[in-house]
Structure formats: structure tokens, C-alpha cells
């Protein structure tokens, strides 16, 4: 059987093809103005790199925020159900999933693959990888340089905003007080670690984790988040398509 799924993200669309379980192509794209073009897109890709003819794929899953406007989709399911049945695939022990995106973070509770509780945050940017990406150009550094400039720090400022625009004038404030660059983005993910690991101690995540999203790729945001939470991190070599991955592990469950 195989089976597509497609997380259309508020930054970046996804797209995995599964055959007889088995991941046989995947794609991270960035999503554009027009959501249904961007998963169309990155479902072209997919089913060219695997040779896979459109017809021979038995359903077509889609989740994340944009999942209603791929009209093409057999079915939509949420993006937690999704992440959860994507982590479980590469990580059968994992209990607890913590998720930063573009623009919302999430925390999972899981047992067996399975949602117990989560908690999310999509009212603002703070913690998300819209945050890094503004501190970052505040900072005069790109965003992949980020996580690397934090680890350097040996005193990381103290950040007291979480507010994207007032965190954007703390950072050029701190900057004006001599500052080093390293000792603020060190500031900046560590006071985004504290934020989610507040997130996860509420609904008892402690042990087992596996950590998803784009700013998964951030080391610095590991590292801090993992000595916030006193235990190691699983992630992904791909991290961002665990939602893709689950929405086409739905079509075969």
C-alpha cells in the first residue's frame, strides 16, 4: 500500500511517501502565499523521486495549520495525532513530544503512539522559529548561526521578554551596553528552553523525548531545553517531517 501525507505548515510544507510502511521519499519545502500550490508541489516531488505514478497511491492524508486548503487530500487529521503516530514510527519508546514551529510550539504527552494530553502555544511567536528569526536579524547573524553563537557564550544576558517586537529592542538594547553577541543568543534560547520546559512540566513530560519542528535544527535550543529538563533529546535526522510522516502512517493504520 502506499500512501502519502502532507503537513502544510505556516512556514514550511511537507511531504512524505510511504511503501508498505516504508519512508520511499520526502521533501520540506518552504509554503508560499498559495497553500494548495505549495502542497501540490511538494507532492509532485515526492512521487517523482520515489517513481511513483499518482495513481498507484491509495490516499493522500494531510494535517497542519493549512491541512483544509489541500482540496486534493482523501482526509485531514490534526497535527498532534499526526506528530504523535510520526515520532512513534522512529521512536517506539518515546512518552513525550515537544514541537517548535514557525509560529506555535507544542508539547505531547504519548503512550504507545497514542495522545494522552498536550498543551500549545499559537497565540504569539515567543519560543517559535518566527522569535529566532527576528533576534537573529537583530543580532546581524543568520538564523542557522544562532544556535552554534549561543553554545559559544560562557554568560548568557538575561532576557526578560518573550514578546517578539520587545525582545527584538532588548536584544539592539543590549547590544548599546556592550554586550557580546554569543552572551545574547545564548540569553535569547535560553529563555525560549525555560518557556517550553514550563510547557512540558505541566502535562508531565520528563523522560523519553523526542524533539520535533524546524527549530529542531537550532543545537543551541537542544542543548539549553535539555538541561532545563534534565534528559536527552531524541531528534529526528529530519525533524521536520514527523507531521507529513504520521498523516501517511494514518493512511495505512
Not at 176 to 197: H, M, N, P, T, Y
Amino acid at each position: 500500500m502506499i500512501s502519502a501525507g502532507i503537513d502544510s505548515g505556516s512556514a514550511t510544507t511537507k511531504a512524505v511517501l510511504l511503501n508498505d510502511v516504508k519512508i520511499v521519499a520526502s521533501v520540506v519545502l518552504p509554503t508560499t502565499f498559495d497553500l494548495l500550490s505549495a502542497a501540490e508541489n511538494a507532492y509532485k516531488i515526492v512521487l517523482t523521486d520515489a517513481g511513483i505514478d499518482r495513481n498507484s497511491v491509495s490516499g493522500v492524508y494531510a494535517t497542519g495549520y493549512g491541512r483544509n486548503s489541500i482540496k486534493f487530500a482523501d482526509k485531514t487529521i490534526s497535527e498532534i495525532t499526526a506528530h504523535a503516530m510520526g515520532v512513534h514510527y522512529l521512536y517506539p519508546d518515546v512518552s513525550g513530544i515537544i514541537d517548535i514551529g514557525g509560529q506555535d510550539s507544542k508539547v505531547i504527552l504519548v503512550n504507545d503512539g497514542r495522545v494522552t494530553d498536550f498543551l500549545m502555544n499559537d497565540k504569539c511567536a515567543a519560543g517559535t522559529g518566527k522569535f529566532l528569526e527576528y533576534t537573529a536579524k537583530a543580532l546581524e547573524v543568520p538564523l542557522e548561526e544562532l544556535g552554534p553563537l549561543a553554545l559559544a557564550s560562557e554568560k548568557p544576558a538575561s532576557i526578560t521578554s518573550m514578546c517578539t517586537v520587545f525582545a527584538e529592542s532588548e536584544v539592539i538594547s543590549l547590544r548599546a551596553r556592550g554586550f557580546k553577541k554569543e552572551d545574547i543568543a545564548a540569553g535569547l534560547i535560553e529563555s525560549i528552553a525555560r518557556r517550553v520546559a514550563v510547557m512540558a512540566r505541566q502535562i508531565g513530560l520528563k523522560q523519553n523525548l523526542a524533539f520535533v519542528g524546524g527549530v529542531a535544527k537550532n543545537a543551541g535550543i537542544k542543548v539549553f531545553l535539555e538541561k532545563e529538563l534534565g534528559t536527552t533529546l531524541y531528534v529526528p535526522p529530519e525533524p521536520q517531517i514527523t507531521g507529513a510522516l504520521g498523516a501517511a502512517l494514518y493512511g495505512v493504520s
